[in-house]
């Protein structure tokens, strides 16, 4: 008789340990994850990322050590209908200028600039502090102008600019992502439950998949140290795990049970499981890993990041 493949084996010898296999697996997830914030996260930097002439520019750019110009937020003074009131749309800049000039953060509010065809008045407003946080200290601002719209409510009275697009970005994404996590995983599990009418059958592949994506997140953090690492890896190390690692936990449950259905014994059946399903998931597995190491070959420093998230337990 042949000798078996090693994932049969591994399957077979945690079917009749199952408390020593959940054991290691524990320990090793925790290995990962601590060892993966004790050795800390290496970020990309601008020279990783200086990739063709714009790359290069910007580091020179930077090395250069120029000052750094003030981040300039502007408020927008707009007709709600109709041509705009000169006069009203003055007044509403008069208001709004006075107002954020008493604003913690504003170095300077510029004079009205009127739009050539007369639809629109713009203020500048130029904030002090370092350029890269003035989306976090901008709130002060939009609060001012939305005292100033109250007063005017026959205009348009907005703020826009790289500081207030930047918040509204990142309150959005913040909320997307957090409602994501309140209603993916009860989703998920609820649908796992309906599938398999038992939810210790549903909640193992959760359990898996949340357990694969904490080692992956310590690995890849460790790894950051010859690949730097940038924002999106840890979303992709999530996106992919989560899909991926319940769907091929899937296999082996939905398999493992089909086999008990026959009457076969749990030892059997897990072992049944991991010769069909098992040989897929590998496959499978061994299929992503070499699709997205293609992704070196861009020798940019994001894609070689995203290359190395999806090298993982599965």
């Known amino acids: 008789m042949s000798k078996r493949p090693v994932t049969v084996r591994v399957a077979r010898w945690s079917a009749e340990h199952p408390w020593r296999a959940v054991a290691l697996w524990v320990v090793f997830v925790a290995v990962c994850f601590v060892g993966g914030n004790a050795a800390g996260l290496q970020e990309a930097t601008a020279q990783d990322q200086a990739v063709g002439e714009s790359g290069r520019a910007g580091v020179m ?20 209908s109709g041509p705009l009131d000169q006069k009203a749309a003055g007044a509403a800049a008069t208001a709004a200028a006075a107002q954020l000039r008493t604003v913690p953060g504003v170095a300077e509010v510029g004079a009205p600039v009127k739009a050539v065809d ?32 109250e007063q005017h409510p026959a205009l348009r009275v907005e703020q826009v600019g790289g500081p207030s ?25 609820a649908i796992l439950i309906v599938a398999f009418g ?3 059958a549903a909640g193992i ?13 310590g690995l890849s953090t460790l790894a950051s140290h010859l690949v730097p690492s940038n924002d999106s890896t840890s979303s992709v190390i999530l996106l992919i795990g989560m899909a991926v690692g319940i769907d091929y936990s899937l296999f082996y449950v939905r398999r493992e049970r ?26 499978s597995g061994t299929a992503v890993v070499i699709a997205m190491a293609g992704l070196f070959l861009a020798q940019d420093a994001i894609f070689s ?9 599965e």
């Open 61 to 80: 750019i930077e090395e250069g050590k120029f000052p750094d110009e003030p981040a300039v937020d502007n408020v927008l003074i707009t007709s709600r």
């Open 118 to 149: 007369g639809t629109a008045l713009l203020l500048p407003i130029t904030m002090s502090g370092d350029p890269e946080t003035a989306s976090e200290r901008v709130e002060p601002l939009r609060t001012a102008t939305a005292r100033v719209q």
């Open 165 to 189: 697009i930047n918040k509204a970005l990142d309150d959005t994404l913040g909320a997307d992502f957090k409602r994501a996590e309140i209603l993916s995983l009860p989703v998920t599990l």
């Open 198 to 200: 038992a939810l210790i």
């Open 205 to 217: 592949p959760v359990l898996l998949a949340l357990s694969s994506v904490a080692a992956a997140i």
């Open 258 to 283: 089909e086999e008990r259905a026959k009457g076969r014994g749990h030892v059997d059946a897990v072992e049944i499981a991991a010769e069909t399903s098992g040989h897929a998931v590998v496959v």
């Open 305 to 313: 990041s995203l290359a190395v998230s999806p090298s993982r337990p």
